[in-house]
């Protein structure tokens, strides 16, 4: 019985341990800010990143993070990663894929699935029904994801069709957004 609880302890201190990574992991990214609005660009998002004396010669790729003094990005297809200096930069584009839009749609079914199973078994164990309602709460999570996950990847892709051609467009330089490292 020893052995169990020292893997037990060992396994919650190193997932307690690996927490605050995570935790850095999904809020790091490319802080934007003007006028003391903020905005996050997301490490592996797409971006289009314009030069600032030439708008037209234009980099769009996966942002991948920043060096200390340029942004690093990887194009559709390519191997390698690019270095965008900070001070060659005029503009940065973004705009969510399909893919996202979809990604997101399937997230709200998922959601909603596990809303109606914890609903259906607390109300059922409120109603008497013992520990067995969490059995059927679980039984009503696995239902109801058949009909909510494909329906919100189908939100999701009705959403990306509806704000096609939506681009957010951050103009960097003095008296516009800037980059805060």
């Known amino acids: 019985m020893k052995r169990y609880t020292k893997g037990l302890i060992a396994g919650i201190l190193l997932t307690a341990s690996a ?3 995570i935790a850095q992991e999904d809020a790091s990214g490319l802080t934007l800010e003007k006028d003391g609005e903020q905005v996050l660009i997301s490490l592996d998002e797409w971006v289009t990143v314009s030069i600032a004396y030439d708008p037209s010669n234009t980099v769009r790729g996966i942002y991948l993070g920043m060096t ?3 942004l690093r990005i990887q194009e559709k297809g390519e191997s390698f990663q690019m270095d965008i200096p900070i001070d060659k930069i005029g503009s940065i584009f973004r705009v969510k894929t399909k893919k996202e839009y979809v990604r997101d749609g399937i ?4 959601l909603v699935s596990r809303g109606l199973g914890v609903s259906a078994a607390l109300t059922s164990f409120i109603a008497g029904a013992g520990l067995s ?3 059927f709460g679980g039984i009503m999570v696995v239902g109801s994801s058949i009909i909510t996950v494909p329906g919100g990847a189908l939100l999701g892709s009705i959403h990306a069709q509806a704000a096609e051609g939506e681009v957010v467009e951050y103009v960097i330089g003095d008296g516009e957004w800037v980059i805060v490292k």
């Open 19 to 21: 927490l605050p990574l």
């Open 68 to 70: 200390v003094d340029a």
């Open 107 to 110: 997230k709200f079914g998922r």
């Open 133 to 135: 309602s969490f059995i």
